[in-house]
T-cell receptor, first 112, second 112 residues
Framework: SQTIHQWPATLVQPVGSPLSLECTVE??????LYWYRQAAGRGLQLLFY??????ISSEVPQNLSASRPQDRQFILSSKKLLLSDSGFYLC???????????FGSGTRLTVV | GESVGLHLPTLSVQEGDNSIINCAYS??????FIWYKQESGKGPQFIID?????DKRQGQRVTVLLNKTVKHLSLQIAATQPGDSAVYFC???????????FGQGTRLTINP
């Protein structure tokens, strides 16, 4: 069966520090991968998605970047965090152009 | 489209009553629709989905209704229980697209 792993679960980082959040998927090949951010009490904002290794689509201009070094690995990064980067970050995967997403358990990021 | 910056609308229901959560979508070419449930601090979880060649689909205590004429989707939860308290998101995908478009979400609260 397919599983998605996202870590860490919580993270507190100072302003100006770097960020690396990792997401891996098991049990499937060639998945579409997604990064979402959710502010407290708000909806889901798509940040990046990827349809293959090295293929990244950015949805909104921001202080973040994404990379897909392997088929089932998706990484969200920042060189210098801002206070506004705080939020709940969710990784998800899907079969290409089919069905819905399966979400990870999320990372709660607090920038202080 | 996505309204990620807005506060979530709230629906309050008495325990044991039926809940109806509504969603409007904008793309008449959408052919796949899905509902997610997100409990506090967790990633969204799949509830039920429906394709555009259907008007209704039933699961365990949940029913999704699709009205393509007015581009409206609803989720009905029968005999609402305290464990149904969560934020509910609808999403749709237009034919051939790589990604889902999420609605803003509705917070369902259960009154004892």
């Amino acid at each position: 069966s397919q599983t998605i792993h996202q870590w860490p679960a919580t993270l507190v980082q100072p302003v100006g520090s770097p960020l690396s959040l990792e997401c891996t998927v098991e049990g499937t090949s060639n998945p579409n991968l997604y990064w979402y951010r959710q502010a407290a009490g708000r909806g889901l904002q798509l940040l990046f998605y990827s349809v293959g290794i090295g293929q990244i689509s950015s949805e909104v201009p921001q202080n973040l970047s994404a990379s897909r070094p392997q088929d089932r690995q998706f990484i969200l990064s920042s060189k210098k965090l801002l206070l506004s980067d705080s939020g709940f970050y969710l990784c998800a995967w899907s079969v290409r152009r089919e069905g819905g997403y399966t979400f990870g358990s999320g990372t709660r990021l607090t920038v202080v | 489209g996505e309204s990620v910056g807005l506060h979530l609308p709230t629906l309050s229901v008495q325990e044991g009553d039926n809940s109806i959560i509504n969603c409007a979508y904008s793309n008449s070419a959408s052919d796949y629709f899905i509902w997610y449930k997100q409990e506090s601090g967790k990633g969204p979880q799949f509830i039920i989905d429906i394709r555009s060649n259907m008007d209704k689909r039933q699961g365990q205590r949940v029913t999704v209704l699709l009205n393509k004429t007015v581009k409206h989707l609803s989720l009905q939860i029968a005999a609402t229980q305290p464990g149904d308290s969560a934020v509910y998101f609808c999403a749709d995908r237009f034919q051939g697209a790589q990604k889902l478009v999420f609605g803003q979400g509705t917070r369902l609260t259960i009154n004892p």
